[in-house]
Each structure stands twice: as C-alpha cells, then as structure tokens.
C-alpha cells in the first residue's frame, strides 16, 4: 500500500502566497512521475502542474518542485487569486515493491482565496 498525504492548504487573501506538500509512503519501489490537479466546486477535477507541464491558468504564479529523497512534491502558489480555490489533490505514478504499478491519490487540501 501507498499512501500520499497532502500538508499546506488554507485560507489566504487575492494575491498571497501558500506551499502545498504531498509526501508519499509505503511500499514504494520507484515514484514515476507526481503531480498536483484541483477540484472547484461543480467543476472537474483538472490538471494543475506536472513536471513537465502547467495548466495555462496558473503559468508564471505556481511552481512545481520535486524532492525524489523524500518522496515529496511541492506546489508553490504565488499571486493566488479567489478562482484557485479548490481542493488540490495531489497524484502519484507508483511501481510498488511488488513491482505492480498504479496511480495513487490523496485525500486533498483546501485552498481558499478571499477577495
């Protein structure tokens, strides 16, 4: 079993800052790939950042980063503005120990931007 645990998340005015945190454990043989996606309220869940690519809304204010020794992703959020709020969920491409490989997910954290 695989667990992703997100830290990080909370209320914050237009134009402030957060840093979310996403560490993976359990029976991890290699991470593939991480990533963050987000949820609005009545709309999809949708791509945030990878390492490889940012969803166009958020190009130039969040910064995706990665620390392989911890096993951790981050998401730093610069320039929040009140349509990122969502529950951001963070994503994770595990070959466990097994060798099986699937997706994992947390179970999310609130980010809250007042106006």
């Known amino acids: 079993q695989v667990q992703l645990v997100e830290s990080g998340g909370g209320l914050v005015e237009a134009g402030g800052s957060l840093r979310l945190s996403c560490v993976a454990s359990g029976s991890i043989f290699s991470i593939t790939a991480m990533g963050w996606y987000r949820q609005a309220p009545g709309k999809q869940r949708e791509l945030v950042a990878s390492?490889?690519s940012y969803a166009d809304s958020v190009k130039g204010r969040f910064t995706i980063s990665r620390d392989n020794a911890k096993n951790t992703v981050y998401l730093q959020m610069n320039s929040l503005k009140p349509e990122d709020t969502a529950v951001y969920y963070c994503n994770a491409d595990v070959r466990t120990t097994d060798y099986r490989r699937r997706t994992y997910w947390g179970q999310g954290t609130q980010v809250t931007v007042s106006s």
């Open positions: 390492m490889t």
